[in-house]
């Protein structure tokens, strides 16, 4: 009997403040992760320098946070949960 499929959400890496765009701009998590895990990947798309991750364009959620509890506070009208990353301070 197969395994029921996984749900993941979508989140959208949009760059901003001069960080380099990374190359998957869309990628699927599942809900369960903490937004940490999403600033550790995004960490290493930026050759391992430290980034500052926003919501919204106006706030960094917790580190502790999951990504589905984001997701359903904050998504976008396509259903993706948009972050911002940047190397500065860019907002809030």
Do not use: I
């Amino acid at each position: 009997m197969a395994a029921p499929p996984v749900e993941k959400v979508t989140l959208r890496l949009k760059s901003v403040a001069g960080a380099p765009q990374v190359a998957q701009e869309r990628v699927k998590v599942t809900p369960q992760q903490k937004f940490s895990e999403v600033s550790q990947y995004v960490r290493g798309k930026c050759q391992g320098k430290p980034v500052l991750l926003f919501l919204n364009a106006a706030f960094s959620p917790s580190p502790e946070e999951t990504v589905g509890a984001l997701h359903k506070a904050y998504k976008d009208s396509q259903g993706e949960l948009v972050v911002q990353y940047a190397f500065v301070q860019a907002w809030g």
